[in-house]
């Protein structure tokens, strides 16, 4: 049976002007003159990958693919159309990238996270949308430090991350910090490995370690605001996550930190910088 998007091993059948028929048994597929190898006879079994040429047309190519069915890869964006992106895959035709399958609108000549898959009219193509491919057997345990590409952000779960560029993991909304967009690249800490094999992520270190970072940042923004921070440690996650890009216990955690160390004091809705701790 010939396996469109995958790699296996044909039998050269017979030969033409314009190339060589290979067989599996059952059926046939032509491998383009330009791409017959020299030597290759009548009988001889050679390794190809089948995809579709421009006319929608079976075909089998000795050139390597970035990726096969199912496989993640990141992928350079060759130029725009008016029905998605083409992409760079190794082969004498680019891989489409329909518009419905970007998790953001990309651009050219920038490199993309993408899956391949076959579509609904039986066509090669590729999405962003790699979630159901990644693995879940990474090698990684909690306290470990690992490196992610941001593929997909959701207002309900978080920031999904694709470590190594293959395996699964979840930044979740209560550990998001600072602006991650997708197609960010990111350091972070394993916190969980869930049963399913799944990893959950934290941009930030543990609390403990942490603080300090926290707190010269909330110094910061109080400077920034001439000394008077103009709400308390009462106010919505959302001010919190924008002007400083902590969650409210972090927040909180770090406020009071400040607090034992006489560096702030808070009164009337308001945070205020101690100009002259050691004489208040």
């Known amino acids: 049976m010939m396996k469109l998007g995958e790699k296996q091993v044909l039998k050269a059948e017979r030969f033409r002007d314009f190339g060589a028929y290979l067989s599996d048994g059952e059926s046939t597929v032509l491998l383009p003159k330009k791409e017959v190898p020299e030597g290759l006879q009548a009988g001889d079994e050679i390794e190809v990958f089948l995809y579709k040429d421009s006319s929608d047309r079976l075909i089998a190519t000795t050139r390597q693919s970035a990726l096969t069915l199912h496989q993640i890869a990141l992928l350079k964006v060759r130029e725009l159309s008016k029905i998605g992106a083409f992409l760079d895959w190794g082969l004498e035709k680019d891989l489409l990238l329909p518009f419905h399958e970007q998790t953001r609108r990309v651009q050219a000549g920038e490199e993309v996270l993408a899956a391949l898959y076959i579509d609904k009219s039986g066509r090669l193509a590729a999405t962003m949308n790699v979630y159901p491919y990644l693995r879940t057997d990474s090698p990684y345990q909690p306290d470990d430090t690992v490196q992610g590409r941001i593929y997909e952000k959701s207002d309900n779960f978080g920031v999904f991350v694709a470590v190594d560029d293959c395996y699964s993991a979840l930044i979740p909304k209560q550990e998001e910090a600072g602006d991650l967009r997708i197609g960010d690249v990111i350091r972070a800490r394993v916190t969980k490995v869930r049963p399913d094999g ?29 000394g008077v921070l103009p709400f308390d440690d009462k106010v919505s996650p959302e001010i919190i996550r924008r002007e400083f890009g902590l969650s409210k216990n972090a927040f909180k955690r770090a406020v009071g930190h400040l607090m034992k160390q006489g560096l702030v004091r808070i009164g009337e809705r308001r945070i205020y910088r101690v100009e002259n701790p050691e004489q208040d």
């Open 198 to 226: 799944k990893l959950n992520l934290a941009v930030r270190r543990k609390a403990y370690l942490q603080m300090d970072a926290d707190a010269e940042a909330i110094l910061k923004g109080i400077d920034e605001y001439e």
